[in-house]
């Protein structure tokens, strides 16, 4: 079985603070990609990131970072520099073997001015 | 099409009633998932097609939920005999692979509110 946590339920911070939003995944398989999605109040899904299990490389997108790190089964997302249109609930997420993709509960981020 | 169309966008029905959702995936992407999403919550997995055939149906919540797709395309989620419970925004995705979709991942229509009084 695979599972996805996302400890922290709800994070406010003030624009233009650094805000990491954390993911741990428990999964059998060793093959596997990892996501993250962005849900704005509006509602739809914005994909933001894959890793797969192999690619262990840090990756970095203008304010956006991702630490992937296998030892610890994590998959940390960094917001630099945070703004009010941010705000957002963060999903982590995971797909193995079976194609399925599970998601943690997801990180309700509130950035203030 | 450009994006995951999904119909419709809000549905209100009175208990006891069948309803039924429809996914219009991205033309020629293979996999198809249903999710469903109630309020405040994360995103639970119901049901996954490839091509036609749906090799993972445990999220299926009860036997008044079940799904189809058809010449690998346009999917329908029907649910039978609603209850209160069964309100939730439902979300339909398709990814062009299998496992791990693209490199752009699932790509996720605007889903269908779904409201039981």
């Known amino acids: 079985a695979q599972k996805v946590t996302q400890a922290q339920t709800e994070i406010s911070v003030v624009e233009k603070e650094d805000v990491t939003l954390d993911c741990v995944y428990e999964t059998r398989d060793t093959t596997y990609y990892l996501f993250w999605y962005k849900q704005p109040p509006s509602g739809e899904l914005v994909f933001l990131i894959r890793r797969n299990s192999f690619d262990e490389q840090n990756e970095i997108s203008g304010r956006y970072s991702w630490n992937f790190q296998k030892s610890t089964s994590s998959f940390n997302f960094t917001i630099t520099a945070s703004q009010v249109v941010d705000s957002a609930v963060y999903f982590c997420a995971l797909a193995g073997g079976g194609n399925k993709l599970t998601f943690g509960t997801g990180t309700q981020l509130k950035v203030e001015l | 099409g450009a994006g995951v169309s999904q119909s419709p966008s809000n549905k209100v029905t009175e208990k006891g009633k069948d309803v039924e959702l429809r996914c219009d995936p991205i033309?020629?992407?293979?996999?198809l998932y249903w999710y469903r999403q109630s309020l405040g919550q994360g995103l639970e997995f119901l049901i996954y097609?490839?091509?036609?055939?749906?090799?993972?149906k445990s999220g299926l919540p009860s036997d008044r939920f079940s799904a189809e797709r058809t010449g690998g395309s346009v999917s329908t989620l029907t649910i039978q005999r609603t209850q209160q419970e069964d309100s939730a925004v439902y979300l339909c995705a398709s990814s062009s692979s299998g496992q791990g979709g693209s490199n752009y991942g699932y790509t996720f229509g605007s889903g269908t509110r779904l409201t039981v009084v």
């Open positions: 033309s020629g992407h293979t996999a």
């Open positions: 097609f490839q091509g036609n055939s749906a090799p993972d």
